[in-house]
Structure formats: structure tokens, C-alpha cells
């Protein structure tokens, strides 16, 4: 197993208890893999309150932050890609740096991105 990358829909997915992601993060884990969450994923997921799975999924993750080095890349990005969503533009960014496979609920978008950019994550759905 590569690193992983988590996009906003496989932390909506912790948050919601599906089962084939918690497995996922679990084996990563047992695996000494620690997922990796670009900041501005966590920013579109995360609604403040009780998000106790959420909670406990991050407590487990490396919590990437998002400069300006990032910026510039995801921007690149989605001028070419002709996209306009930070989040999936700077997730394919990422991933593709660190070799990542990327873990996601709608591949399609990351798909767009990745091919304007001429690389191929990796991308695993739950």
C-alpha cells in the first residue's frame, strides 16, 4: 500500500461510519501508513459541533498544510484542467507529489484534473 490521501468525501464518509473506509484507515494504520488530509479538505468537511468520528479519523491522519508553493501548483492545475474546485485540483496536487493513492466518494472531478496534469493517482472509492 502507497500513502493515502484523503478527499473531502472519504472524511464525510468516516464521519458517516462507512465500514469499507474505517477498514481502509485501520490497515493503513497497522501498515505504519499515516494518511494524509490537505488542510483545505479539512476545511470543507468540517462543520465544527460534534463530529466525533471525524474527530478520531484526524487524531490518525497527518494534517497537511496549504501554502503558497500549494497555491500556485493547484492554480497551474486548474488552468489547465479548465476546473475551478480548489479542493479536488489541490488534493490531485498533492497526491501526485507525495505518490499517493487518493481515497475519495466521486473520482470523476480528481479524474479531470490528473489527466490535464498528465499523471494518474492512484484513486480508491468508498
Do not use: K, N
Not at 472519504?10 to 494524509?36: F, K, M
Amino acid at each position: 500500500m502507497t500513502g493515502l490521501t484523503y478527499d473531502t468525501g472519504a472524511l464525510i464518509a468516516a464521519e458517516c461510519g462507512s465500514r469499507q473506509l474505517w477498514v481502509l484507515h485501520r490497515r493503513a494504520l497497522q501498515r505504519g501508513i499515516l494518511p494524509t488530509v490537505p488542510s483545505v479538505v479539512l476545511a470543507q468537511a468540517w462543520r465544527g459541533g460534534r463530529q466525533a468520528h471525524l474527530g478520531r479519523l484526524l487524531r490518525g491522519c497527518r494534517v497537511a498544510s496549504f501554502g503558497e508553493r500549494d497555491a500556485r501548483a493547484t492554480g497551474a492545475a486548474l488552468a489547465a484542467s479548465g476546473t475551478s474546485d480548489v479542493v479536488d485540483a489541490g488534493v490531485v496536487v498533492g497526491a501526485g507529489v507525495r505518490g499517493d493513492t487518493i481515497v475519495t466518494s466521486d473520482p470523476r472531478d480528481l479524474e479531470v484534473v490528473a489527466t490535464a496534469l498528465g499523471i494518474a493517482p492512484p484513486l480508491h472509492v468508498v
